[in-house]
């Protein structure tokens, strides 16, 4: 059974900095993308940034590229993005996800039949 867990969201003022993690278990995600998703209400979900596990490749959204990183510990398979700068349009839900045909547009490294996802986790971004 893949278990995605997503945990690090909180309030946090603008400009501030948050750090999302993403434990895995279950599988060996080495051929596969990890993805991070968010959802703001009212708007659809939208890809975020992704890393290959195998080669390391990554992809950032326009959005968040210069103020967010993505990074991976193979050892504690985790995930982690690093949010910093962040402002109030980066409030939203966010999702990791494996094996997603976006990572994998994206990413590249295995695709998958069917992709996993965690429960979210909300980061607020207010004053």
């Known amino acids: 059974q893949v278990q995605l867990v997503e945990s690090g969201g909180g309030l946090v003022q603008p400009g501030g900095s948050l750090r999302l993690s993403c434990a895995n278990s279950g599988f060996t995600l080495d051929y596969f993308a990890i993805a991070w998703f968010r959802q703001a209400p009212g708007k659809e979900r939208e890809g975020v940034s992704c890393?290959?596990?195998?080669?390391?490749?990554?992809y950032y959204a326009d959005s968040v590229k210069g103020r967010f990183t993505i990074s991976r510990d193979s050892v504690e398979r985790t995930v982690y993005l690093q949010m910093s700068s962040l402002k109030p349009e980066d409030t939203a839900v966010y999702y990791c996800?494996?094996?997603?045909?976006?990572?994998?547009?994206?990413?590249?490294?295995?695709?998958?039949?069917?992709?996993?996802w965690g429960q979210g986790t909300q980061v607020t971004v207010s004053s």
């Open positions: 890393i290959n596990n195998g080669d390391g490749t990554t």
């Open positions: 996800a494996t094996a997603t045909d976006w990572g994998y547009s994206k990413c590249g490294g295995a695709q998958g039949l069917n992709d996993y």
